[in-house]
């Protein structure tokens, strides 16, 4: 039989090894060839008698199957939702026939008929479809190989395990395990799933084949457990077992708790997890594959693949990177200021494998910002996430220096100087003085414009802005600003820069504030005009949080500090002069830091108080010079007000072409500010509930609370011709 | 319609609901069987006469299972022609038992019934009977599910209670109850329990802690503090009110009901069946209302459910001379008195079950006696009984003394 996804060589025992190698891919994902493959080959094993069992392997050094192909999930379109959970269930059903060999399962518990065996051999990642390919075997051996990770990403872009996932893994390893494994969707190493059971051995990896075909021939007559008579959930299940209940209320509250109803695909696992396991297996499976239809049928799947993956991946491999000009190779960069920023640069940068010269015009301020890395490599080896090798090899990396002439052999800068034109004019011109040539000079300014700075260089066309964001080491997202002398190689040596420390880039035009601090301060002012209004501030943090964003805004507000909100202000104020717009919180903040003295939560306390050794808690102090107001919105329109009020700042960003395309609009909000992850960002939001709805509801709400919610023309043009932001970009 | 007469009411006295507590050896179908046998006895009449008998039974599980009140009924030697039902709406079983009792003579489908229940929570802990609502999580999520100590601590942060509030409701409770049995006041409607031998093992409410004081209380820590935080139900009820910064656990054991072991019965009737028997009614039931509430904070049905049986019974609250609301947690008892504007001097005169114990399904029917007792000992003339409902629920019977 001729395969495309796999080969199968049958040996001299009757076993087939059955290698699953997608052609001209790097790594194995489940895609229609590898199902359509799947299927023929089971049906061919179950019938054919000279085959006695199975082997399955993997023909790529990458690993078994790295899950399922995203892009065929996301952009499956049945018609019905029958013919879409017919669709689900396909595999369900093909992994079904693999491990009861096409017997039904009456005649299975009654030790009638039994399955031909078959082995996973796992050698890398099998993750997602992978994973549950491997948990349809009768048995699952692992090489000794550190790379082999198992485990259910799923939950991460909207959806379940799909492919009995949910079933097996609980039926092996108990139900808290399999909620710990598909909710969270961290993977796991080999030691840890053979620890749960999931993993039946782990051998040295050239063994591997060996080992897989010494248990098919010594197990000709294989039932799965969940099979066989008398089969009980390890550690107790179904549902109802007293334990089980116990799990299942502390299950749901928890996942309550991080998913602040915002995650339906954790709901439903559970779901499948309690369904699942009160009935037998065959209904199990068809339970699951109903969830995994519902997922699938609703826009928040799409939407998170489409930008946490989809879209990411794309921004990563560089899709904005100028194709024409040649890979730049970074081996040193130097890092200009060893402040907060520069020292989180010099820390991500090393981690990345380049040296770093860490320039500072203090000794002790330039080895201070090196501390800052010793102080994770630290914290990373004590709690076992990075060897003491690798640590001590990345700190090798830093060199903290005074002398410019330390930068004459680096590859890229990276300035992180102090804030100040007359500071930074300074400092490249003394580094222009003996870097090579052909160095691309970035800048990490937020709030200076690059095509401004641009004029200090003797080389504007190689002269660029590369915005990080604090702390450097913790947050994602990176903004890459071209001047407008900026040339492309500037461009693209950025990129790959970013690429090498793992960060997410977008690309966005040099005005203030660039893309995401032109829209946090105006849904943080939004956040404090209701405090203004007599809102409770509880209410209002809740609702963010419930929005799905990280922190509340007047949380956020004490961590900038009221007190920095204060000052941008009056210099934006004086900057621009009568062309200030007020944004209604100036006297809001004079109160607040001046007559108050609430300037945030370093200086002693903002909208929170911070007492010593316990938890934040709301400054009551408040509500004497705002008073509450009798009325007090709902927690939907509080949700709305906060939302709308990114959505409109983002939406002008875009209609401004401050980010060009949605993607970048919709990557650079969830990673650059932590807007609602499950929406799959602002701009898909607004196409989920449709551009018309957006511009309609932003009305409304302009009506409501003043000018600044109102949509801007381009998307009333939009909805007038009934476009969606995607597919008119 | 017919009116539905009350003519009696036994309760048993209250045992410790655990293994050391006096009542574990007694059968759960016993303790209901001994109710139905007393009031029997004490009413002298033919147990033939009995129609129907309905107990409340809120874990019907185990030996507590099978319509526990069909087995009570024939343990306790009335003619197989006597039917049982066993009704559960959680904690307000036994108030619901009467409802049922009392509609079916109200309806002209009964002459002569009994409302009652029976829990025995040290042999059939609470929760035995699992079920979906806190345990399945498609309807866990839906309604923001919390246990009760968790819901009691949300009324108490939403409602301004504090810590010392619920202490000094519990002090109280304890007080009154201490000196109710010093007076004698439940000395009409208790049963003491007897065992296999039929010796007394059981003759007054053994949870009770009359020498409670704030200080004693005080020292306990909150119980659902730990579940709250670590489990994510304070975030749940932050979700589900989030005008709360955060959950303000106040409720300990000290000011919480009791976990304890009971049984129940009130004896119903129209004019003629207890004319038939001999028996003078004790009192009506005017009316009676059961509501569902918000299901998060659970607890504050009764408030509602008083208002519904209130309007049915064209009555306002000025009409009710005497208040009964279980003591599920003291502020389930402080937020209906905020609520209703109650004077704590018009409610729960006798003490509650914080002091003398809530054996769930037996509590309805146990405070609906009590009342019964102290409108005759008072002379007053009306009372509202209520009780708070697992799921978010209330149900309330109003009643008048009729001699």
């Given at each position: ?6 080969s ?13 190698d997608?052609?001209g ?9 590898l ?9 061919d ?15 790529k ?31 369900n ?14 005649a ?11 082995a ?13 390919l ?12 550190p790379?082999?990770q198992?485990?259910?990403p ?5 959806l ?21 494994a ?9 030691a840890t ?10 051998v040295p990896?050239a063994d591997?084949?060996?080992?897989a ?6 197990n ?13 959930f ?8 007293p334990?089980s209940v116990q799990?299942?209320?502390?299950a ?6 991080e ?5 339906p ?8 997890l309690y369904?699942?396991?009160?009935v037998?297996?065959d ?5 699951e ?10 826009p928040?799947?799409?939407?998170m ?25 970074l ?7 060893a ?6 640069i010099?820390?991500v940068?090393a981690k990345?494998g ?7 015009r ?10 800052y ?22 700190l ?18 990276i300035?992180a ?9 300074d ?16 800048s ?13 260089s ?11 964001f604090?702390?450097v080491d ?8 071209p001047?407008?002398?900026?040339g492309e ?8 820069y ?27 002012n939004e ?16 609702a ?16 900038t ?8 202000m ?11 717009q ?35 808690r ?10 509450e107001?009798?009325?007090?919105p709902?927690?939907?329109?509080a ?22 395309d949605?993607?970048?609009?919709d990557?650079?909000?969830i ?10 960002g ?35 043009a939009?909805?007038?011709?009934g476009e969606?932001l995607?597919?008119?970009? | 319609?017919t009116d ?12 410790k ?5 006096s ?7 016993s ?16 147990g ?17 299972g099978a319509?526990i ?23 307000a ?6 409802n049922?009792?009392?509609s ?6 009964a ?35 919390v246990?009760?100590?968790?819901s ?6 939403k ?12 002090v ?6 201490a000196k109710s ?5 439940f000395e009409?409607?208790?049963v003491?329990v007897?065992?296999?031998?039929g ?13 409670a004081?704030?200080q004693?209380?005080g020292s ?5 503090a730990m579940?709250?935080e670590?489990?994510g ?10 005008e709360?910064e ?6 300990h054991?000290?000011?919480?009901s009791?976990i304890v072991?009971?049984a129940?019965a ?8 207890g004319e038939?028997i001999?028996?003078?009614?004790r ?22 459910a008083a208002e519904?049986?209130l309007?049915?019974?064209g ?14 947690f ?18 729960n005169?006798n ?5 003398m ?10 405070i609906?006696?009590?009342?019964i007792?102290?409108?005759e000992?008072s002379?007053?003339?009306?009372a ?5 409902i ?8 109003i ?5």
């Amino acid at each position: 039989m001729a395969y495309e996804a796999l080969s199968v060589d049958v040996d001299s025992d009757g076993i087939a090894l059955v290698t699953i190698d997608l052609p001209g891919q790097s790594m194995n994902v489940f895609n229609e060839a590898l199902m359509r493959d799947l299927a023929a080959f089971i049906d061919d094993f179950i019938s054919n008698d000279s085959i006695k069992g199975a082997v399955l392997t993997s023909g790529k050094s990458s690993g078994f199957i790295a899950g399922a192909d995203l892009r065929m999930l996301g952009g499956s379109q049945a018609a019905t939702l029958q013919e879409a959970f017919e669709n689900a269930f396909n595999l369900n059903r093909t992994l079904r026939k693999m491990e009861t060999g096409g017997n039904p399962s009456k005649a299975l518990m009654k030790g009638e008929a039994h399955a031909k065996p078959v082995a996973a051999a796992l050698d890398g990642l099998a993750l997602g479809g992978g994973f549950e390919l491997a948990l349809a075997c009768h048995y699952r051996i692992a090489s000794d190989n550190p790379k082999v990770q198992v485990g259910f990403p799923e939950v991460q872009v909207g959806l379940l395990p799909g492919g009995g996932g949910t079933q097996r893994f609980p039926r092996l390893a108990g139900l808290q395990n399999a909620a710990m494994a598909a909710t969270q969707g961290k993977p796991m190493d080999a030691a840890t799933a053979k620890g749960q059971g999931v993993i039946n051995d782990i051998v040295p990896a050239a063994d591997l084949i060996a080992k897989a075909k010494e248990w098919v021939k010594a197990n000709p007559k294989v039932t799965q457990p969940w099979d066989k008579k008398g089969f009980k959930f390890p550690g107790g299940g179904g549902a109802m077992d007293p334990r089980s209940v116990q799990f299942f209320i502390a299950a749901s509250a928890m996942a309550q708790r991080e998913t602040k109803h915002n995650y339906p695909a954790v709901e439903r696992i559970l779901s499948c997890l309690y369904e699942g396991s009160i009935v037998p297996f065959d209904t199990a499976i068809r339970i699951e594959s109903k969830y995994f239809t519902k997922l699938l049928s609703e826009p928040q799947a799409r939407n998170m693949i489409r930008t946490l993956f989809i879209n990411k991946q794309a921004a990563e491999k560089g899709e904005r990177r100028p194709k024409d000009v040649p890979q730049q190779e970074l081996k040193k960069v130097g890092v200009l200021g060893a402040g907060m920023m520069g020292a989180g640069i010099a820390y991500v940068t090393a981690k990345g494998g380049m040296e770093v010269v860490l320039l500072d015009r203090d000794q002790d301020y330039a080895e201070k910002g090196k501390a800052y890395s010793e102080k994770i490599v630290q914290k990373g080896v004590q709690r076992g996430k990075v060897s003491k090798e690798k640590g001590e090899a990345l700190l090798a990396r830093i060199t903290p220096t005074t002398d410019y002439n330390a930068l004459k052999d680096v590859d890229l800068i990276i300035e992180a100087v102090f804030e100040d034109p007359g500071v930074k004019a300074d400092v490249i011109k003394k580094t222009e003085a003996v870097i090579g040539p052909e160095v691309i000079f970035a800048s990490n300014t937020s709030t200076l414009p690059i095509t401004g700075l641009a004029k200090n260089s003797e080389r504007p066309e190689q002269f660029i802005g590369i915005h990080f964001f604090s702390p450097v080491d913790k947050m994602p997202l990176v903004e890459i600003i071209p001047g407008d002398a900026s040339g492309e190689r500037s461009l693209a040596t950025a990129l790959d820069y970013v690429r090498l420390i793992k960060k997410t880039p977008i690309v966005v035009k040099d005005t203030r504030g660039f893309y995401t601090n032109r829209v946090v301060p105006p849904y943080l002012n939004e956040a404090m005009l209701m405090v203004k209004e007599g809102i409770k501030p509880a209410l209002i943090e809740n609702a963010a949080l419930q929005l799905g964003m990280p922190v509340g805004p007047l949380a956020l507000t004490d961590e900038t500090s009221l007190e920095l909100g204060k000052r941008i202000m009056e210099s934006t104020q004086k900057e621009l002069g009568d062309a200030y717009q007020p944004t209604g919180v100036e006297d809001f903040l004079e109160t607040m830091v001046d007559k108050l003295g609430r300037l945030g939560r370093k200086s002693g306390g903002g909208f929170y108080d911070y007492p010593e050794g316990e938890k934040k808690r709301l400054w009551n102090g408040v509500s004497e010079y705002f008073p509450e107001a009798d009325d007090q919105p709902s927690l939907e329109d509080a949700k709305e007000r906060l939302l709308y009020s990114q959505l409109a700042a983002a939406a002008a960003c875009y209609a401004e072409g401050i980010v060009s395309d949605p993607q970048s609009a919709d990557l650079g909000a969830i990673f650059g500010w932590g807007f609602a992850p499950w929406t799959g960002g602002p701009m898909s939001y607004i196409d989920t509930i449709g551009v018309d709805a957006y511009v309609r509801q932003s009305e409304s709400l302009a009506q409501r609370y003043g000018e600044r919610f109102n949509p801007p023309d381009a998307f009333r043009a939009m909805a007038q011709k009934g476009e969606t932001l995607y597919a008119a970009a | 319609m017919t009116d539905a007469f009350v003519y009696d009411a036994v309760r048993t006295p209250r045992g410790k609901g655990k293994s050391d507590g006096s009542l574990h050896e007694i059968t759960p179908i016993s303790l209901g069987a001994q109710v139905l046998t007393a009031i029997r006895e004490r009413n002298e009449f033919d147990g033939g006469d009995v129609d129907d008998v309905a107990f409340g039974v809120v874990s019907p599980v185990g030996e507590q299972g099978a319509v526990i009140t069909r087995g009570a009924v024939l343990a306790a030697d009335y003619p197989e022609t006597t039917a049982g039902i066993q009704v559960n709406r959680f904690c307000a079983s036994g108030l619901e038992a009467i409802n049922i009792a009392a509609s079916k003579v109200k309806a002209g489908e009964a002459d002569l019934t009994i409302g009652g229940g029976v829990e025995s929570m040290s042999r059939v802990p609470m929760g035995s009977d699992g079920g979906a609502m806190a345990t399945d999580p498609a309807i866990a999520f839906k309604n923001y599910f919390v246990p009760q100590g968790i819901s009691a601590d949300l009324i108490a942060t939403k409602y301004g209670l504090t810590r010392d509030d619920c202490d000094a409701y519990a002090v109280e409770s304890q007080k009154r109850a201490a000196k109710s049995w010093k007076e004698n006041r439940f000395e009409k409607s208790i049963v003491p329990v007897k065992d296999v031998l039929g010796l007394d093992v059981l003759a007054t409410d053994e949870h009770m802690r009359p020498d409670a004081d704030m200080q004693s209380l005080g020292s306990l820590n909150p119980a659902f503090a730990m579940m709250g935080e670590q489990f994510g139900f304070d975030s749940i009820a932050v979700q589900r009110y989030p005008e709360l910064e955060k959950i303000n656990h106040v409720h300990h054991a000290g000011n919480s009901s009791g976990i304890v072991d009971g049984a129940a019965a009130v004896l119903i009737g129209t004019k003629e069946a207890g004319e038939r028997i001999g028996r003078k009614p004790r009192a009506r039931i005017k009316a009676a209302a059961s509501v569902g509430s918000e299901p998060t904070i659970m607890l504050t049905g009764p408030e509602f459910a008083a208002e519904k049986a209130l309007k049915r019974a064209g009555m306002t609250k000025n009409d009710i001379d005497m208040w009964e609301l279980n003591e599920a947690f003291a502020s389930v008892v402080l937020r209906f008195m905020q609520a209703l504007d109650i004077d704590h001097g018009d409610i729960n005169v006798n003490g509650g079950a914080i002091a003398m114990g809530h054996p769930l399904g037996a509590t309805g029917a146990m405070i609906f006696g009590t009342v019964i007792d102290e409108l005759e000992r008072s002379g007053k003339e009306t009372a509202l009984v209520t009780l708070c409902i697992g799921g978010g629920m209330g149900t309330a019977t109003i009643v008048e003394r009729v001699n």
